[in-house]
């Protein structure tokens, strides 16, 4: 495994405060655990974690806290949530006689005989967990992908590593090779589906057409509708009939009142 050499101070105060400060001055806050042993408390300044954090690979950390040398691998780290700053780093102890758990990076080896033939690579994981004695761990998890043809994967239960424990579920996949042709399917079935909703709206509305003429033979009924409209105009016929009866009826009002008229003189002429 290949090594990495950090320096770094031992902190004096530790907590919020404290951390605060350390992080305005650009350094990082650390810590270091080990089984059996109490913490170790130091920071580091934010430049030296570049290399640490921004590859794939996996190091064995020779740390150097003034003077005092320790075999350590980097754990986990934190980051600011919105500028993503690095806030901690969380280091682990090694021991030559104990197993330590890491998660070494998966690297793909040989020309598949898929590729070969038009398939394409699908790789779902690129890190392993395992556990080991630190002088067995490699650098990489190798993975042959020579003999992998169309349709083929590798479950990590088919690997296996001299001294080397996977602690990952055995059924899962790592990596395979898929024909293009699923890969075509998949945006073509899409299409099919929305070709048979089409034509399947397009019969109903076919079937909508044909069945309009039965819905119309209802409507003839209607000719007796039409009948009953000559009826209300007979009414308003009616109606009239009525008005000319009543102007009648005035014009005899009018008679009635010549005739009294009438009487009324012959009464003047007698009384004179």
Do not use: W
């Amino acid at each position: 495994m290949k090594t990495y050499q950090l320096k770094g101070s031992l902190r004096e105060e530790t907590g919020k405060k404290s951390s605060k400060l350390l992080r305005k001055s650009d350094f990082v806050p650390c810590v270091m655990s080990s089984s059996g042993e109490n913490n170790v408390h130091f920071y580091v300044h934010k430049n030296l974690f570049n290399k640490l954090i921004f590859t794939s690979e996996v190091f064995l950390i020779k740390l150097d806290l003034e003077g005092q040398e320790y075999d350590a691998v980097l754990k986990e780290v934190q980051y600011h949530p919105v500028t993503d700053a690095i806030l901690h780093g969380d280091f682990v102890k090694l021991k030559e006689d104990k197993k330590v758990t890491l998660r070494l990076p998966v690297r793909l080896t040989g020309t598949s005989i898929g590729l070969m033939n038009g398939g394409k690579l699908r790789q779902r994981r690129r890190y392993l967990k395992v556990k080991g004695f630190l002088k067995d761990l490699p650098d990489f998890c190798d993975i042959d992908m020579t003999a992998v043809d169309i349709g083929h994967y590798i479950k990590i239960g088919d690997l296996h590593y001299d001294n080397i424990e996977i602690l990952d579920p055995p059924r899962a996949m790592v990596a395979g090779v898929i024909s293009s042709r699923v890969i075509a399917k998949a945006f073509r079935e899409p299409i099919v589906e929305e070709a048979a909703v089409e034509k399947a709206e397009g019969v109903e509305e076919k079937e909508g057409v044909e069945g309009a003429p039965e819905k119309g033979e209802k409507g003839e009924k209607g000719e007796k509708g039409e009948k009953g409209e000559k009826g209300e105009k007979g009414e308003k016929g009616e109606k009239f009939e009525k008005g000319e009866k009543g102007e009648k009826g005035e014009k005899g009002e009018k008679g009635a009142k010549g005739e009294k008229g009438e009487r009324s003189d012959d009464k003047h002429s007698s009384a004179k």
